[in-house]
């Protein structure tokens, strides 16, 4: 639908916005039935498997404690990943981040914090290197994207002996690892919906962190990047706009008219 603008007058400029408005819907109404598609069939391999474990506990008591402890296994591993892929839907559906009020914060800080969470967690070494920055933002849009990135860099170099790197420079961060790394193709795509890498396709995981990441640095006027990292490894993080906020970012929803 095009409503006639161009010309000076409060109809005219009336008019351009409810064409801006009606194009904004169009996209976010692509947007999601995209989503859609690619969640009906991403749910469809865990479930799928989900039901053949449950046929298979019809024949609990036959099976050996081996085979128990493996399928009993399978099945909470599968269900932690269904659980987890359910969330990050609902996140990236929702946009839940957007009812949270911007403030004052410093990166830093923030990675500090976010950092020492995840040493605790996964007692891997994760080093900060990181110049004060205050930015206005959603500190737990932000913090959720940090931690997104870390568990990403875990989860490819599980066995590690070398520290995860984050490193904030001005309005950017970014998590260093010695994982197998990115090629040209990865580094294209890897923040897409769903898309798994050749090496990650047998790891655990959604394929919806990285992409989670590139929403919160969207909606904060900022960008994502991700690159090989000189002595292998990868390099993958985002920037942050210096007022915080993408231009068509929306406001909290109690600051909203």
Not at 58 to 83: H, I, K, M, N
Not at 213 to 242: S, Y
Request: proline letters at 6%.
């Amino acid at each position: 639908m095009n409503i006639p603008a161009g010309g000076r007058d409060e109809v005219s400029r009336l008019g351009t916005s409810m064409q801006s408005m009606l194009t904004e819907l169009a996209r976010s109404r692509d947007d999601q039935h995209r989503l859609l598609q690619d969640a009906g069939h991403e749910l469809r391999t865990p479930l799928t498997s989900l039901r053949t474990n449950v046929s298979v506990l019809r024949r609990f008591a036959e099976l050996s404690p081996t085979s128990q402890r493996r399928l009993l296994d399978d099945v909470d591993g599968e269900t932690r990943e269904l659980t987890n892929l359910v969330n990050e839907l609902v996140e990236l559906a929702t946009d839940r981040w957007d009812v949270e009020p911007t403030e004052p914060v410093d990166l830093a800080v923030l990675a500090d914090r976010t950092a020492e969470r995840f040493r605790r967690r996964s007692g891997r070494t994760i080093t900060i290197d990181a110049e004060p920055c205050v930015v206005t933002a959603r500190p737990h849009a932000v913090e959720r994207a940090l931690s997104n990135l870390l568990d990403n860099a875990i989860k490819f170099d599980p066995d590690g002996t070398e520290p995860i790197q984050v490193r904030v420079r001005g309005g950017s961060i970014e998590v260093l690892d010695r994982g197998p790394g990115l090629d040209q193709q990865d580094t294209n795509r890897v923040f897409d919906r769903f898309y798994r890498s050749s090496t990650a396709r047998a790891l655990p995981g959604s394929g919806l962190g990285l992409s989670i990441v590139r929403e919160v640095a969207a909606d904060h006027g900022g960008t994502v990047k991700a690159a090989p990292r000189p002595g292998g490894g990868a390099v993958i993080g985002f920037t942050i706009a210096a007022d915080g906020m993408s231009p068509t970012s929306k406001p909290p929803a109690a600051a909203r008219s």
